[in-house]
């Protein structure tokens, strides 16, 4: 299959109604790998890089390495831009075949952030894009951006953010934190609350960590995406730490690649699978 348009994603998953993971990829071994995770499960998803991680891959190289990682999936697979910080990355990622785009204005005051993401909005809604924004910012460590406060979305906001600024997901903070974090205690009845008034379906960042059963209920109020990072970045690393560890002299690293591209492809298949268990 060819990558998956982001409007067409979201109605196949409310179609057969599944929860969409996005995966962060961070090179070629993890864009493999994703696609190969969702297409053992035969479960729709994303594969996601972020605006800091252009600084490594730019998003021509990996909308190659992702087109050619899904073109025998029979799954649904999209390719997202995850918290676009500027529109010159939101640009350069719609111009290199992005099918889904997030614009990250969250840090910026409620006016700026309206202004940032109605632009990128208007940008990609000319090419058929679909827009996810954030309203409300996270705890924990995104990338190298380190927000301590707690910051939670409030429901009040919501409607008119999301009328102003024209996206067609809206990221929520209720209580999700980035990063490895054992026991994140989801605001359910806030996620309730926002989903009364949001005209569109919602998104939880840092789902690594995030108990099934609370996903689950998340689904019943409106929850289409769920992002996983660090769950996937662990696997990475530890197929190396675990042979250097054996062997200080290791060195075999397409041996060690490959088997990294198995180890994270496990994780991405067990995730999809359990999120979508209900
Ligand atoms: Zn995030």
């Known amino acids: 299959m060819k990558l998956v348009n982001g409007y067409d994603l979201m109605n196949y998953a409310r179609k057969y109604q599944h929860v969409l993971p996005a ?17 053992e499960a035969n479960l729709p998803g994303y594969i996601q890089i972020s605006s800091n991680n252009l600084r490594l891959s730019n998003p021509d190289v990996i909308a190659m390495i ?44 409620f006016e700026e952030n309206v202004r940032e993401s109605r632009r990128a909005a208007e940008y990609c809604h000319f090419y058929g894009i679909p827009v996810e924004v954030e309203l409300g910012a ?15 979305t409030d429901p009040d906001m919501v409607a008119d953010f999301v009328e102003r600024t024209g996206c067609d997901v809206l990221a929520v903070s209720v209580g999700n934190v980035h990063g490895l974090c054992l026991n994140p205690r989801i605001d359910i009845p806030l996620l309730a609350r926002i989903h009364e008034v949001c005209p569109v379906p919602l998104v939880l960042h840092g789902g690594s960590g995030i108990p099934k059963e609370v996903i689950w209920e998340a689904k019943k109020h409106g929850l289409i995406k769920i992002n996983y990072g660090s769950d996937l970045r662990k696997a990475y690393i530890g197929t190396f730490g675990r042979a ?34 209900h």
Do not use: W
């Open 23 to 39: 995966f962060n990829t961070t090179n070629l071994e993890m864009t493999y790998a994703i696609a190969k995770g969702l297409m």
């Open 66 to 109: 992702a087109r050619d990682a899904v073109k025998d999936a029979e799954t649904p697979i999209g390719l997202h831009l995850d918290h676009g910080k500027s529109f010159a990355d939101v640009k350069a990622c719609v111009d290199a075949g992005f099918t889904s785009i997030m614009v990250d204005a969250s840090h910026l005051p």
């Open 138 to 152: 996270l705890q924990g460590k995104e990338e190298d951006v380190v927000n301590e406060e707690e910051c939670k």
């Open 244 to 277: 250097y560890e054996q062997n200080h002299n290791e060195h075999d690293v397409i041996h060690l690649s490959l088997e990294a591209v198995d180890d994270v492809a496990a994780k991405a298949r067990e995730l999809v699978t359990m999120i979508n268990e």
